[in-house]
């Protein structure tokens, strides 16, 4: 736990909301958004961070840029107590919001650049040197002179990773930044991130809905849910029986002729499609006797056999539990 760069143990954040109950009457109510989680980040891990709407993620970030001050349990980013030392915690991390900005509406990309020189005291041979960088690799070049109000979405978040990343920080927060953009920016931005990752040794902690850039992105990824740990470990491990409950796989027959349903021990159709079927065996179970079985009873022409899609055990997860 001491050598890692992000450290929760035990954090729990609650909230008081205050509820109008009838024209006079006002119930207090309490909101666990964080309950009680604990884990670390090495420094250089890439880790995702996931969970469906207002599982306590945001809350957790919030918590550790400082922003918020846990209501119990112990938390440290580089050996700093986010919510006592905010401004010093500050050179050391880079915060990306997806739906948010914090670059200046009606600057040109450089201009807000510069601000942000001033504002983290960055050293002018470092900022030149990192701006150049991301300037280069997130094709920037064009955009400098172009007030942000005037970039796409795509443009913006490219501007807005720069940014998080001038003062060299050690840990990098993203929360959702490849929302709402299309293929081709989604592929600049997760090439970026990777390469930030493995040539510089940047803390990466991902928050997204877009499991393609955990699947991209991420060889270990945390599931939060009611404000709780439920998974913390390898993404395949996501697949494993034991954390999903019962996670499947599928096989897919083309046969040489329509025919009803085919009767396969140890796996059951559930779709059929003119000559196709689509069998569901349980997934740690091996594909080859049911292969051999299939051939031996029915006019086979082609095959394949197909993982359990992460969006599906992951909804299977969240249902699970919720
Ligand atoms: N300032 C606040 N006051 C009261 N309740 C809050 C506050 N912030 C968050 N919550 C509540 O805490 C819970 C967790 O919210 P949080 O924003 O952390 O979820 P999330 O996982 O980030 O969700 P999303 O994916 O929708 O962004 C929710 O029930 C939310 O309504």
Same mark, same amino acid.
């Given at each position: 736990m001491d050598d890692a760069l992000i450290s929760l143990d035990g954090v729990e954040k609650v909230f008081d909301v205050r509820r109008r109950v009838g024209l006079m009457r006002r119930e207090k109510r309490q909101v666990r958004a964080v309950d009680g989680i604990s884990f670390a980040v090495a420094r250089g891990e890439m880790v995702g961070y996931i969970g469906p709407n207002g599982a306590g993620k945001s809350t957790t970030i919030k918590m550790l840029t400082g922003i918020l001050t846990p209501s119990g349990g112990r938390l440290r980013v580089a050996g700093i107590d986010p919510a006592r030392e905010r401004v010093r915690l500050a050179q050391r991390i880079g915060v990306v919001f997806g739906q948010r900005t914090t670059l200046w509406w009606d600057l040109p990309l450089k201009d807000s650049y510069g601000l942000m020189r001033r504002m983290y005291r960055v050293p002018r041979a470092r900022f030149e040197e990192n701006l150049e960088r991301c300037v280069d690799r997130l094709d920037l070049g064009e955009l400098l002179d172009v007030p942000v109000r005037q970039l796409s979405l795509g443009q913006r978040m490219r501007g807005d990773i720069a940014a998080a990343l001038l003062h060299d920080p050690d840990v990098l927060y993203l929360?959702?930044?490849? @929302?709402?953009?299309?293929?081709?920016?989604?592929? =600049? $931005?997760? !090439?970026?991130?990777?390469? #930030?990752?493995?040539?510089? &040794?940047?803390?990466?902690?991902?928050?997204?809905?877009?499991?393609?850039?955990?699947?991209?992105?991420?060889?270990?990824?945390?599931?939060?849910?009611?404000?709780?740990?439920?998974?913390?470990?390898?993404?395949?491990?996501?697949?494993?029986?034991?954390?999903?409950?019962?996670?499947?796989?599928?096989?897919?027959?083309?046969?040489?002729?329509?025919?009803?349903? @085919?009767?396969?021990?140890?796996?059951?159709?559930? =779709? $059929?499609? !003119?000559?196709?079927?689509? #069998?569901?065996?349980?997934? &740690?179970?091996s594909a080859a006797p049911l292969v051999s079985a299939v051939a031996a009873e029915y006019p086979l022409v082609d095959l394949s056999v197909r993982e359990p899609d992460i969006e599906d055990v992951i909804a299977r997860m969240y249902a699970g539990r919720g």
């Open positions: 929360d959702e930044p490849t @929302i709402g953009l299309d293929v081709v920016s989604k592929a =600049k $931005v997760r !090439g970026f991130l990777r390469q #930030l990752n493995e040539e510089r &040794g940047t803390t990466v902690l991902l928050t997204t809905h877009d499991l393609q850039d955990i699947e991209q992105l991420c060889e270990r990824v945390m599931v939060i849910d009611h404000g709780r740990l439920m998974y913390d470990g390898a993404l395949g491990g996501l697949h494993a029986a034991g954390s999903v409950g019962e996670s499947e796989r599928t096989l897919v027959v083309d046969l040489e002729r329509e025919l009803g349903p @085919i009767s396969v021990p140890g796996a059951r159709v559930v =779709k $059929v499609e !003119g000559p196709r079927q689509w #069998l569901a065996f349980p997934a &740690g179970a």
